[in-house]
Structure formats: structure tokens, C-alpha cells
């Protein structure tokens, strides 16, 4: 028995073998064109769309929002710049002179030796001399502030002029508007800046952070009060002492070297 392509048609059309198409539903989905999409926004609103979505929010907040905010951002910012840590002169100092090429190493351990491999060097002992009265007693100071649990608690001058030496470099320590200057060494200043900071115990500790490079150091000397020691005041003649007073704008009110000294001193120890 053969079977024609009618009869098939025919089957197919009385048995409902396949769904009709009026029984078909179709939702259509209309997407915008891409036109349509982006015709509105330009390629500034692109590029600044973030920063212009952030003004839009803070129109939108009120007044003691936008204070709010302000305090949390500014406290951030102290906590990061003024954290504790131990150490923290000779950690920042290392990473200084590793980035400028002067050391190999950025590591304390490399750091110290080379110190105290100067300070032990027999040839050294003339500029030693020029900065303490007894080689024995620098040697036996420089090796303790080197190895104690925290050398931001007692670094002396003596070991700044070792280490300016050493590595050929000047640096400058700022703290509380006052300024003391280490180094002799062409124009350019490796910047510190130095804040008393509450530890985990709640006491009051040092430490330091590098700043910058200075290249101009009057801009440090014109905006900053210098750093005396007594010792070095009692030295000077009263027009100097004088001078200083003017500079420190201390009252005229005193009139004798000793007060004018003892109140330049009082204004010194903020940076200690």
C-alpha cells in the first residue's frame, strides 16, 4: 500500500497532529535600542558620572550629615598618620635609604650593622670625637639606643649626626611647630615629622613618619621655630637671645637673659 504526500496532509489535518497557530500565545519583549539607551548621556557624565552621583547625595543629606561625615573622615585620617608602632624613626629611615639606593637592604638587622660596623671602625674615631668627649662612652650609648625594645624613646643627636654621616644625608625633625636640622650634606632634606601618640597601655609614646624630601630648607626655617638647648643659650650674647625672643614672639615683659632663656627652653620642650 502506498501512501501520497495528500494523504499524509490529510492526517495531519483531521487527527491535530500539531498545534494550531491561533492557540499560540507570544509575549513580545520591546528592548530599547541602544540609541535610546545612552542618547542622554555624554562621555563626561561617563567619566565623572561616579563623582557627580556622590555630590547628588550629599545635596541630598542635611546639615549635621554632611558634619558627620566630615568628623569620621578627619579622624580617619589621624588614626592613620598617628598610629603606634616601635621603632618607627629607624623603620621609616631604612625604607628612605633603600628607595634612594644607599643601602642594599630593607631591613633593620643590615641598618644597625652598618652603624655600629662605623662606629667600632678606628678610623672614625677624630669625627667621634667631634660630636662626644669619650669614644668609649659614644660606642657603649650608640650600641644600647640600636638594641633597646624601641629606639623612638631614646635616640640622641649624637646618633643622628652618625647616621647623616654615614649615608651622607641631611634630615630634619618637626614636631609641634619646632625644628631641629641634622646634616651638612648638599640641599636635600629627608623630612620627618615626630607626634606623641597614646599606645596599647593608654601612655603617651614618640614616633616618626617621613614626610618628604625638602630641597628648599628656608621654606622649613621660615615657618618653624628652630630648636635650642639651654646649654647653647647661656653661650650667646643678649642681643642674640633677644633676637630669638622677637622670633618665638616671647612678651617683653622679660627684660633678663635668664628669663628670655628659661622661657625660649619652656617653648623648646614641646618638641621633646
Known sequence: MS???????DN???????????????????????????????LKSLLYGKKNTLNNMNNNNNNNTKHDTKQIKTLNK?????????????????????????IDNDDLKSFK???????????NKDFLLSISRSYKKLQSLINTQLYVYNTDEIISDELIKIICNVFKINIVFISNNIYKI???FGSIYL????????????????????????????????????????????KMKIDDIRNIQNTFKISQQYKTKNEIINKIVETCSLFL
Do not use: A, M, W
Open 12 to 42: 495531519l489535518k483531521n487527527n491535530k497532529v500539531f498545534s494550531e497557530p491561533k492557540v499560540i500565545v507570544l509575549h513580545h519583549v520591546i528592548h530599547p535600542s541602544i540609541d535610546n539607551v545612552f542618547n542622554d548621556i555624554n
Open 3 to 9: 501512501i501520497t504526500l495528500t494523504d499524509i496532509s
Open 191 to 234: 623630612l620627618f615629622e615626630k607626634y606623641d601618640v597614646l599606645d596599647k597601655n593608654n601612655d603617651y609614646k614618640k614616633v616618626y613618619k617621613f614626610n618628604k624630601d625638602i630641597d628648599n630648607i628656608n621654606l622649613i626655617k621660615n615657618n618653624h621655630l628652630q630648636f635650642y638647648y639651654e646649654k647653647d643659650l647661656k
Open 113 to 123: 650593622d652598618t652603624i655600629l660596623n662605623f662606629i667600632n671602625d678606628p678610623k
Open 182 to 184: 641634622f646634616g651638612n
Open 78 to 102: 589621624k588614626e592613620v598618620q598617628k598610629r603606634f608602632k616601635i621603632n618607627s624613626f629607624i623603620t621609616e629611615l631604612t625604607y628612605c635609604l633603600y628607595l634612594r639606593g644607599l
